[in-house]
């Protein structure tokens, strides 16, 4: 869809910082975070959202989403994980192609999309560097649950 951000970003035709690619989805780095590390995982088709998404991506993309939680939580030492995907304008959905945000949590306090910050090329490479020695971990768990 010509219109659509995410597809534009699926086809290389706008920047942003990828930090993970298969034949079904990219991940990238959101570009308006919550907090420092906050991942989005985006299918390659265009849906709307999890209502009218293939199943098969729908369980592709929460599974890289999964892995990318674990690498917080067991690599980075986050304190916790969000895992969400908002369906629809009334959840909170912006933009209308379907993504799970994965957004880590580095301290106590209540989870708010109030507090999201414009992401900045250091806050980026940081994120990437921090990240990479863990990627394979993706890889490996699609394969452990057969997805793979
Ligand atoms: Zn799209």
Not at 37 to 42: E, R, S
Request: glycine share 4%.
């Amino acid at each position: 869809m010509k219109d659509c951000v995410f597809c534009r970003i699926v086809a290389g035709e706008e920047k942003s910082f990828k930090i993970y690619e298969d034949d079904r989805v990219i991940t990238i780095l959101d570009k308006y975070p919550v907090s420092w590390g906050h991942l989005l995982v985006i299918t390659k088709k265009h849906y709307e959202s999890i209502h009218d998404a293939d199943p098969k991506d729908i369980v592709h993309a929460f599974s890289v989403a999964s892995a990318l939680a674990r690498i917080y939580r067991n690599d980075l030492n986050a304190k916790g994980v969000n895992v969400v995907t908002n369906s629809g304008r009334p959840a909170g959905q912006i933009i209308f192609h379907f993504h799970v945000h994965v957004i880590p949590r580095w301290h106590e306090g209540e989870f708010s999309w109030s507090s999201r910050h414009v992401l900045d090329e250091d806050e980026a490479k940081s994120v990437l560097n921090k990240i990479k020695p863990y990627l394979s971990e993706i890889d490996e768990f699609l394969r452990s649950a057969g997805i793979k």
